[in-house]
């Protein structure tokens, strides 16, 4: 069992920025690949940005040049940058331990809310 705590979410407006932090617990001495997944209000939860346990990094193509993630092994911990945020990236954010081959959420956090004002 792995549990993932998320922080830094929060109320910013167009053009700020914001740091979402993810720690993962459970598994004492274990890398995970972890990821971030997003879901606006009437729409379905869709992939951000993932890095494996090796620093290799996959993004959405939205987030591109926009949104960095980045990890500390030794705190088992990701985070995600988001600069030039848009309106449209309102959303609660979700950190998960991701599939590394399906991109896809193993296990999730409870997410941390993300709002973008215009």
């Known amino acids: 069992q792995v549990q993932l705590v998320e922080s830094g979410g929060g109320l910013v407006q167009a053009g700020g920025s914001l740091r979402l932090s993810c720690v993962a617990s459970?598994?004492?001495?274990?890398?995970?690949?972890m990821g971030w997944f997003r879901q606006a209000p009437g729409k379905e939860r869709e992939f951000v940005a993932a890095?494996?346990?090796?620093?290799?990094?996959r993004y959405a193509d939205f987030v591109k040049g926009r949104f960095t993630i980045s990890r500390d092994n030794g705190k088992n911990a990701a985070y995600l940058q988001m600069n030039n945020l848009k309106p449209e990236d309102t959303a609660v954010y979700y950190c998960?331990?991701?599939?590394?081959?399906?991109?896809?959420?193993?296990?999730w956090g409870r997410g941390t809310q993300v709002t973008v004002s215009s």
């Open positions: 459970g598994r004492p001495g274990s890398l995970y690949n």
């Open positions: 998960a331990v991701v599939v590394w081959s399906t991109q896809t959420g193993d296990y």
């Open positions: 890095i494996s346990w090796s620093g290799s990094t």
